[in-house]
């Protein structure tokens, strides 16, 4: 990650350095790392958010090769609160 949290699969990603990305993806980097920049892009989307948003197909079809999720498929979701009463 840089220091404002994007990590650098991400820049390989908006960079269309597919190369790069293969190599990240190679040396064990986590292919659903989330942003955590306030600053870029947008907190909590994926590298296949990313490949998505600027339509970069090749590189997303080696992230979901190599198990790439949408930030929507990442997240754990809660059960809802119930809203029955007991009288």
Excluded: C
């Amino acid at each position: 990650r840089g220091p404002d949290g994007y990590p650098a699969l991400h820049v390989a990603v908006d960079m269309n350095y597919q190369s790069i990305v293969a190599a990240l993806l190679q040396a064990g980097g986590d292919v659903n790392i989330p942003n955590q920049s306030e600053n870029t892009g947008s907190v909590g989307e994926t590298p296949l958010d990313s490949a998505e948003f600027w339509e970069r197909d090749e590189i997303a079809k080696l992230l979901i090769a190599a198990g790439g999720k949408r930030q929507s498929e990442t997240k754990l979701t809660e059960p809802a609160p119930s809203s029955s009463k007991t009288p």
